[in-house]
């Protein structure tokens, strides 16, 4: 499991379930505080030259990060 800690929790939060492999914490207001990925080591292997792409639609900006060796 890995959880990608996005904002420090400052109101109670709920765990939306996406998928199997995929929750995240949501705010009543919509605030994305955190994503969890269960399975991560399966998710995120760098055998493939995998990346996580975080998109910032508001801003209309993207990071690119790869994974480690």
């Given at each position: 499991m890995a959880y990608?800690?996005?904002?420090e929790k400052t109101a109670e939060v709920e765990t939306v379930h996406i998928s199997e492999e995929l929750?995240?914490?949501?705010?009543?207001?919509?605030?994305?505080?955190g994503i969890?990925?269960?399975n991560a080591n399966?998710?995120?292997?760098?055998?493939?030259n995998?990346?996580?792409v975080v998109v910032n639609e508001e801003r209309g900006?993207?990071?690119?990060?790869?994974l480690l060796q």
């Open positions: 990608i800690h996005l904002k929750n995240i914490d949501l705010a009543p207001d919509g605030t994305v505080y969890e990925l269960l399966e998710q995120l292997t760098p055998s493939d995998g990346k996580v900006q993207t990071t690119e990060i790869p």
